[in-house]
């Protein structure tokens, strides 16, 4: 008999070695079996936990995509200005908690698979339109808002620029300089204060 209250615990762990796997090979040419090794299961258990590959990839892009949630939501509870929103959605993105290399090499993997797979296209959209609404939520304050949505646009396509050219280099993510990349872009495109 499992012991109760063992499967979160494993989806956990299998998830976890998901986002590593990935990480470590750089795209998705990762088996179950691997990933159920890295995770201390057997693959039969991983395969009964998640089904397939997908669904795993799946369940890991969700936990991924909920973190980034939580992290927006408490970043932007603590934004004092408008201003101070959108650069509270910019930083969160770079976070060490967010721009480490495997979850960059999960999100490369992601994009791509977004392109064959319903499940994962839309999460991919689920993303865009959070990423979007946060930051229409300090530029509406401070630009128009057709305005504000093609800045909120340059920035989003920065971001996940960033995360993609961060994915073809070797070494350890920069954040500093990506934040101030981004940044940069946006002071160029807010009125004069």
């Avoid at 499967?7 to 070695?17: G, H, Q, T, Y």
């Amino acid at each position: 008999m499992p012991k109760l209250g063992m499967e979160p615990v494993r989806r956990r762990a299998l998830i976890d070695a998901t986002i590593e796997a990935i990480g470590d090979s750089g795209s998705l040419d990762v088996t179950m079996s691997e990933i159920a090794g890295r995770a201390g299961v057997s693959s039969a258990l991983a395969h009964h936990y998640f089904g397939g590959k997908d669904d795993l990839l799946q369940a890991a892009m969700r936990h991924i995509l909920t973190e980034l949630g939580a992290d927006a939501r408490a970043a932007l509870a603590s934004a004092e200005t408008p201003r101070g929103r959108v650069s509270a959605i910019i930083e969160v993105n770079f976070s060490p908690k967010q721009f480490r290399s495997e979850i960059i090499a999960s999100w490369l993997a992601f994009y791509v698979e977004a392109q064959r797979t319903e499940p994962l296209r839309r999460l991919l959209r689920i993303y865009a339109r959070r990423l979007h609404s946060n930051l229409m939520s300090g530029l509406c304050a401070l630009l128009p808002r057709p305005e504000a949505a093609l800045v909120a646009e340059g920035v989003a396509a920065l971001i996940d620029g960033l995360y993609i050219r961060r994915a073809l280099k070797d070494g350890l993510p920069d954040a500093a300089s990506a934040i101030a990349l981004v940044e940069d872009y946006l002071s160029a495109k807010l009125p004069r204060e």
